[in-house]
């Protein structure tokens, strides 16, 4: 118990910090142009959005990271079957922080009635000057979703009327290829990486 507490506890720091210095430059401009509105929670949210739900395939950053942080846990759990809850937790705790951040940023917002007051169509088309759109169609999580949505628009509003089977077919595509993919293959590549830690921890540091 006491070594999953450890590899668990390390995990878990890493992932602050991976977090944290592996911010896109993307989610750099996208907080030049949206956090004034929904304030410092907004980089948390986007932190751990970048973590949980960043195509490890296409981001190579989220897939070392996460490469890194399951295998130093498994490595100080040193054991096979003790690094998968570890892995476990450690991917359900990004997942709570995420929560966390984004609760932080937009419910103030909703409780206040401040998004009653906020022209967000106005925000959309108000871009600030030394905002790059380029590096935010482009950036992980949120340059996939728009562009799955941008290249829907012309099914969905096909003839001039909304297509409600194009409109499902998008909203499968961005939650299948978009979210539910990435976050399954980090889980696997957090828990592979954290069961080779336990092997290796294990065959120099035989458990007590």
């Known amino acids: 118990m006491g070594r999953k507490l450890i590899g668990l506890t390390i995990g878990f720091f890493l992932t602050i910090s991976m977090a944290y210095f592996l911010f896109p430059t993307g989610y750099t401009d996208l907080l ?13 949210f986007l932190m751990y959005l ?10 190579p950053t989220v897939l070392i990271a996460w490469v890194t942080i399951g295998f130093v ?11 998968i809850p570890v892995a476990m937790v450690i991917s359900t705790l990004t997942f709570i922080m995420m929560l966390v951040g984004l609760a932080a940023a937009f419910l103030p917002l909703l409780l206040s009635g401040g998004s009653g007051s906020i022209d967000f169509m106005s925000i959309l088309f108000t871009i600030p000057p030394d905002v790059s ?18 290249g829907g628009l012309g099914d969905i509003t096909g003839g001039g009327m909304t297509d409600p089977t194009a409109f499902m077919g998008v909203l499968q595509n961005i939650l299948l290829g978009t979210l539910v993919l990435p976050a399954a293959l980090n889980f696997i590549i957090l828990t592979v990486a954290a069961i080779i830690g336990g092997l290796i921890g294990r065959s120099f540091f035989p458990p007590d």
């Open 32 to 44: 030049l142009w949206l956090a004034p509105y929904f304030g410092p929670w907004f980089r948390f």
């Open 50 to 59: 970048n973590m949980y739900f960043g195509h490890p395939l296409m981001y």
């Open 73 to 83: 846990a498994g490595l100080f759990v040193r054991s096979l079957w003790g690094a």
């Open 133 to 150: 759109v380029f590096n935010i169609l482009n950036a992980p999580v949120i340059g996939p979703i728009l562009n799955a949505v941008t």
